[in-house]
């Protein structure tokens, strides 16, 4: 069964850094369009960073700080995390396209999200 797995988090000072990576795991896929999003205690899950197309789009709470990135060699998505504050303390979760590459054309698996991984900034 295919499925995204977030990895990277953890405990952080305030002023730290991190990098959360995603990956697909159980089966052949590709990553399309990854994004980051992030849910507090008491709080809606919101949109961090994510890749749309040759485009970026971040939060404005995490501009300048945050990098979402991809490796299509590694079928991974990445995202940077610089200059951390105690209110970017959350669970962080991976959401994705899926497809997987076939001879002509692609098949489409769905929109697929991650379990989440920890991030806390406290000093």
């Known amino acids: 069964q295919v499925q995204l797995v977030e990895s990277g988090g953890g405990l952080v000072q305030p002023g730290g850094s991190l990098t959360l990576s995603c990956d697909v795991s159980g089966s052949i896929a590709n990553i399309s369009d990854p994004a980051w999003y992030r849910q507090a205690p008491g709080k809606q899950r919101e949109l961090v960073a994510a890749i749309r197309g040759r485009g970026t789009t971040y939060a404005e709470s995490v501009k300048g700080r945050f990098t979402i990135s991809r490796d299509n060699t590694k079928n991974t998505a990445y995202l940077q995390m610089n200059g951390l504050k105690p209110e970017d303390t959350a669970v962080y979760y991976c959401?994705?396209?899926?497809?997987?590459?076939?001879?002509?054309?692609?098949?489409?698996?769905?929109?697929?999200w991650g379990q989440g991984t920890q991030v806390t900034v406290s000093s």
């Open positions: 959401n994705a396209d899926l497809y997987r590459q076939l001879t002509y054309g692609t098949n489409y698996l769905g929109n697929y």
